[in-house]
């Protein structure tokens, strides 16, 4: 059952989910300025005046997504630096400390358009929350399935799109950024994933009649 809180994983079809995602994807990119573009963030080889090594990098399994980490020497366990890149839709981020994180734009390249994981086994989950005015779509997470197993799996370490529809954010392994600095490539990108989403998934009237009978509760 679903609280006033709680969030819950739906696999949806039909209209009314439909209607949903729609109706947050104009949300979430409502009023959404032009954005400066940017190439990827350089990282320097120096933090806090000693030497950093590269700790290898992890890419998504349709190569659209790459997290790579830095850290002193032999202390890979304990990364100083991390960065997240999206090569379609355009945007990486860099952790210089847990409390910075520098976040830019890049024009996508044509080749680009391979990395869009509509194209592969694509896996979709949507975090919801119940509230007094009916059910409201919080989050949208997208990654690269492996065959057809869509579960959510954190031990897989794999790495998913995720889209913070609350703050307005497109985030990759807890590195998030503002979806109005997208790129104008990358915010049409992004609002086709939003609005083609609810057709790969399966919200029936199961779960909306469930969340309707917690309400009255």
Request: charge should be negative; proline fraction near 3%; aromatic fraction near 6%.
């Amino acid at each position: 059952m679903c609280g006033r809180d709680d969030t819950r994983k739906l696999k949806t079809h039909g209209l009314l989910a439909r209607a949903i995602l729609i109706g947050c994807a104009s949300v979430l990119l409502l009023g959404m300025e032009s954005a400066s573009l940017a190439h990827e963030l350089a990282v320097p080889s120096q933090c806090g005046g000693q030497d950093t090594i590269a700790c290898g990098e992890q890419v998504s399994l349709d190569n659209r997504l790459v997290m790579q980490q830095w850290a002193a020497p032999g202390d890979c366990q304990k990364p100083t630096r991390t960065r997240v890149t999206d090569r379609f839709l355009g945007f990486t981020c860099l952790e210089e400390t847990t409390e910075v994180t520098h976040c830019r734009s890049f024009l996508p390249d044509r080749d680009s358009r391979a990395f869009d994981t509509a194209e592969y086994n694509r896996c979709i989950d949507i975090g919801v929350t119940d509230s007094e005015d009916g059910v409201v779509v919080t989050r949208m997470r997208e990654w690269a399935g492996v065959k057809a197993n869509c579960e959510w799996d954190p031990s897989l370490q794999l790495l998913a799109l995720e889209v913070d529809f609350k703050f307005r954010q497109v985030c990759i392994a807890d590195l998030c950024m503002a979806a109005n600095r997208l790129s104008v490539v990358g915010r049409l990108r992004l609002r086709r994933a939003i609005s083609t989403a609810f057709p790969e998934l399966d919200l029936t009237a199961n779960v909306v009649n469930e969340l309707a009978e917690t309400r009255r509760r």
